[in-house]
């Protein structure tokens, strides 16, 4: 086996939720090629954003640092440039690396294109979303490359009033990252590399190739799950997101769907998530074809979840249920990720960083807030333990402006803090692992209510920002 460097395939997607992979249970759903990764290499089951929407998000798993630490709270801000992202630091380290897709940490509004800090990317494919709003998008170029136009592939009408059928597979925008990703594979098979796969899909609007959407019978899909007067005892947030989501007037109407409504919208999620898969495989192949399997070094994983339906909420915002905070955490690589580890630790998207530093043997950066979880991925470490609580945060981030809110996880309890609020959510993991039951305002959880409040202010003093160095005694 070659001694080089381990290549770097981190393949994240954008807005998929923890239950849905067919090898950790979801039986509707077909991912053989993410369930091959998972059988050959580490899964944690229980991995967390630093925080429910994109790119505060990003800007933590990029860095390996909490969002209040990187300033890049919100949608729409740009991440200082003094922030070292992770493939700065591979750059630096003689890896070329490069990008498909989202990059997202900066604003995309308004006509205007991302800008960039320093950050390592030398190859760069930048496509924020399908729609062709600038001509800088490379999904755009790549379309009319192959004599397509985005407005005529997309042509199709809504088969209902929630999902509608989208860009044909072929010329879909998560196949073009794949295309990006395949043709920098077979370029640069003779130096070290570091490439980001960051797909669109399966962000909302619900619109899949009908190829992948037939494939989902309604009649087979589940319904989301729902309890009568749930929301009587949960925060504002959750009330308005329940009529509109994103309390977006005139956008989703979630109070009108029908239980086939929601059937459809679950069908074309997952249908969305197996052309994912199946572009997955496709690169697996390229890096077999060119003999780089067992040098490489493949992370999948996604940036936050997708409520899809669950408490009677759609898309996300200023919400922390598992659904929306949780997601798939897989890592490979032959001989040096052990094979078939199943990892049930609390573990944050944070401690990336220092993982991928760790097994590719570069200095770990000094600012770094993640954990590194290469021994248990080299079997020299409890897989079932690794942190006592997941942290996670929503600072005015995008939708509900003033909405701001912490949550801290531990393996028994959740609590959510809405500051500047009388609205919070306290939950017995234990008795209700599905989140139904807020015992914010129970007079009998008021005690561990207190505690939980007081681990949640520690953890935030606790995360402050490691950096600068201190360098003397005085």
């Known amino acids: 086996m070659s001694r080089r460097p381990p290549n770097i395939l981190w393949f994240c997607t954008d807005q998929q939720r923890y239950d849905t992979l067919h090898a950790l249970g979801n039986s509707r759903i077909r991912t053989p090629h993410t369930d091959r990764l998972i059988a050959g290499g580490t899964c944690f089951t229980q991995a967390y954003a630093q925080s429910p929407v994109c790119t505060p998000s990003r800007a933590s798993f990029l860095t390996g640092r909490y969002a209040r630490t990187t300033r890049c709270r919100q949608n729409g801000q740009q991440i200082p440039a003094y922030e070292r992202l992770l493939s700065r630091l591979f750059a630096d380290q003689g890896y070329l690396c490069g990008l498909a897709g989202k990059l997202h940490l900066s604003s995309c509004a308004a006509g205007r294109v991302e800008n960039r800090i320093d950050d390592g990317y030398t190859v760069f494919h930048w496509s924020h979303h399908p729609q062709p709003d600038w001509p800088e998008n490379g999904y755009t170029q790549?379309?009319?490359?192959?004599?397509?136009?985005?407005?005529?592939?997309?042509?199709?009408?809504?088969?209902?009033?929630?999902?509608?059928?989208?860009?044909?597979?072929?010329?879909h925008q998560t196949t073009y990252c794949a295309e990006k990703t395949i043709e920098f594979i077979r370029a640069y098979r003779d130096q070290p590399w570091f490439f980001s796969f960051n797909c669109f899909d399966p962000h909302h609007p619900f619109d899949p190739p009908s190829e992948y959407l037939s494939r989902y019978p309604v009649d087979d899909m589940p319904l989301p799950k729902i309890r009568a007067g749930e929301l009587d005892s949960k925060p504002q947030y959750q009330r308005l997101d329940s009529k509109w989501a994103h309390n977006e007037p005139g956008y989703f109407d979630v109070q009108a769907m029908t239980d086939r409504d929601r059937k459809e919208?679950?069908?074309?999620?997952?249908?969305?998530?197996?052309?994912?898969?199946?572009?997955?495989?496709?690169?697996?192949?390229?890096?077999?074809?060119?003999?780089?399997?067992?040098?490489?070094?493949?992370?999948?994983?996604?940036?936050?979840?997708?409520?899809?339906?669950?408490?009677?909420?759609?898309?996300?915002?200023?919400?922390?249920?598992?659904?929306?905070?949780?997601?798939?955490?897989?890592?490979?690589?032959?001989?040096?990720?052990?094979a078939g580890i199943r990892?049930?630790?609390?573990?944050?998207?944070?401690?990336?960083?220092?993982?991928?530093?760790?097994?590719?043997?570069?200095?770990?950066?000094q600012g770094f807030q993640g954990r590194s979880l290469a021994r248990i991925c080299r079997r020299e470490a409890d897989p079932m333990n690794h942190r006592d609580f997941v942290f996670s945060e929503y600072y005015n981030a995008w939708t509900h402006h003033h909405a701001y809110g912490s949550m801290l996880r531990t393996r028994d309890h959740k609590i959510v803090v809405y500051?500047?609020?009388?609205?919070?959510?306290?939950?017995?993991?234990?008795?209700d692992p599905e989140e139904f039951d807020n015992l914010w305002r129970d007079a009998s959880a008021q005690e561990k209510k207190m505690d939980l409040l007081r681990f949640c202010f520690d953890t935030s003093v606790f995360t402050m920002d490691p950096l600068p160095p201190r360098l003397g005694p005085f």
């Not at 949780?326 to 490979?332: A, S």
């Open 343 to 365: 990892s049930n630790a609390l573990v944050e998207l944070i401690d990336l960083a220092p993982t991928l530093c760790e097994l590719a043997h570069i200095p770990c950066y």
């Open 265 to 338: 919208v679950t069908g074309a999620y997952y249908a969305m998530i197996e052309l994912i898969d199946d572009q997955l495989g496709r690169i697996l192949s390229a890096l077999e074809d060119t003999e780089q399997l067992e040098d490489t070094l493949i992370v999948v994983m996604s940036d936050h979840g997708e409520m899809l339906g669950d408490h009677g909420l759609y898309l996300k915002g200023p919400h922390f249920y598992d659904e929306s905070v949780r997601v798939p955490l897989v890592l490979h690589w032959p001989g040096k990720v052990g």
């Open 142 to 171: 790549w379309l009319t490359s192959h004599g397509k136009a985005w407005d005529e592939l997309y042509a199709g009408g809504y088969q209902t009033p929630y999902v509608k059928e989208g860009v044909p597979a072929a010329f």
């Open 419 to 431: 500051h500047g609020s009388e609205d919070g959510e306290l939950y017995d993991l234990e008795a």
